[in-house]
């Protein structure tokens, strides 16, 4: 069965550290390009990251310098290294498979909170 | 990385249909054909319902359908029915980045 299982979530304080982990299965992480998107709680969708099946790694502005997504092929695993956190971090965190340009299969999200 | 902008809510009854609009500017909805829109119902991950402005995957209702004129992508819904109340997110490509709509709320009265 081809799926993405978010974990790693949790409550972390302002100025603390945090890293996603998204398992796949059903197919490599490597063979594809693959993203984080984050939705704050009762708000829309946000593109966090992208990394491209070459290697290549993009972010939106807000997270640049404080997140990291990296990849393990051994474990076929698809990371966020989450740094800096801020309050506006807090969110609901997606990995999801790009294809067609578009967001095509998604996981079920882990929660991240951001709270003194 | 501005989002794009969509109708807070929309309504329709049953067998009704419901245009979505999305507005963004020519450095996404505009400049590419990469427009994509999502599903989700409450506590679940999104589905996407359409790909590169008017594609649907596999699976997903023809009652679903997009298009694109200029800066602005719509989403129609048509023969509404009692599942399809859920919020709906327009997204588009925009060079080595995604952006997305605010959402949208449809309520299938």
């Known amino acids: 069965e081809v799926q993405l299982v978010e974990s790693g979530g949790g409550l972390v304080q302002p100025g603390g550290s945090l890293r996603l982990s998204c398992a796949a299965s059903g197919f490599t992480v490597s063979s594809k390009d693959m993203s984080w998107v984050r939705q704050a709680p009762g708000k829309g969708l946000e593109w966090v990251s992208i990394?491209?099946?070459?290697?290549?790694?993009k972010y939106t502005d807000s997270v640049k310098g404080r997140l990291t997504i990296s990849r393990d092929k051994s474990k076929n695993t698809l990371y966020l290294q989450m740094n800096s956190l801020r309050v506006d971090d807090t969110a609901v965190y997606y990995c999801?498979?790009?294809?067609?340009?578009?967001?095509?299969?998604w996981g079920q999200g882990t929660m991240v909170t951001v709270s003194s | 990385q501005s989002a794009l902008t969509q109708p807070p809510s929309a309504s329709g009854s049953p067998g009704q249909s419901v245009t979505i609009s999305c507005t963004g500017t020519s450095s996404d909805v505009g400049g590419y054909n990469y427009v994509s829109w999502y599903q989700q119902h409450p506590g679940n991950a999104p589905k996407v319902m359409i790909y590169e402005v008017s594609k649907r995957p596999s699976g997903v209702p023809d009652r679903f359908s997009a298009s694109k004129s200029g800066n602005t992508a719509s989403l129609t819904v048509s023969g509404l029915q009692a599942e399809d109340d859920a919020d709906y997110y327009c997204s588009s490509y925009a060079g080595n980045n995604w952006v997305f709509g605010g959402g949208t709320k449809l309520t299938v009265l």
């Open positions: 990394m491209y099946s070459g290697g290549t790694t």
């Open positions: 999801a498979t790009n294809k067609w340009f578009a967001f095509d299969m």
